[in-house]
């Protein structure tokens, strides 16, 4: 496990990513995440938010619009350098993304892989609305939109749904991200 408080890993993020867009992304996979511990692993709350804080530690530093499979890898390698060493992390990170060749596993790793799609979408479905805030979206306009493939089609349903490998359902990502993401609306601007 990290010695590592969550002030420190979010210093430690700020210092290798500094696009207001990826961090916003990273403090909602967090965010998703730290919910998702409540119900799967109550004890470690704090390590599963760190997860999806780190999940896209690389988005800023490879080639992963033109080598996907580097997004991960080089997540894994940016944290050793920084000191880190911890086996469970670096899988649960690079299982977030199927293409870096780990694929999830444990609970942990499905929940990271289904927080990262489900993060982006929710913000897809909240632009719709004319006040542009995810506290004006209800869970079943997200229902809905999940099954229009057309609609945020860079959001990858197999991975949100992924998430029932761990005996949650999609409609309890759904509202486990609403909460979560609507708890600090202020800080990723919806």
Request: glycine fraction near 6%; proline fraction near 3%; charged fraction near 30%.
């Amino acid at each position: 496990m990290l010695d590592m408080t969550r002030d420190e890993a979010f210093d430690l993020l700020k210092k290798h990513m500094e696009g207001e867009f990826y961090i916003e992304h990273s403090l909602s996979v967090e965010a998703i995440m730290r919910g998702l511990a409540k119900k799967l692993a109550p004890d470690q709350v704090d390590y599963w938010g760190i997860v999806g804080l780190w999940h896209d530690f690389d988005e800023e530093h490879c080639p992963w619009k033109e080598h996907l499979e580097t997004h991960g890898p080089t997540s894994v390698q940016m944290l050793k350098e920084e000191g880190i060493d911890d086996e469970v992390l670096f899988r649960a990170i690079c299982a977030h993304n199927p293409k870096s060749g780990v694929k999830a596993k444990s609970n942990l790793e499905y929940a990271v892989l289904a927080a990262d799609p489900m993060s982006g979408f929710l913000r897809a479905v909240a632009m719709i609305y004319p006040d542009k805030k995810l506290a004006s979206v209800k869970r079943k306009s997200v229902l809905k939109r999940f099954n229009e493939h057309r609609f945020a089609a860079g959001a990858n349903r197999d991975y949100m749904e992924a998430i029932e490998f761990t005996g949650l359902s999609l409609e309890d990502l759904v509202d486990v991200a609403m909460e979560e993401m609507g708890a600090i609306s202020d800080k990723i601007g919806l």
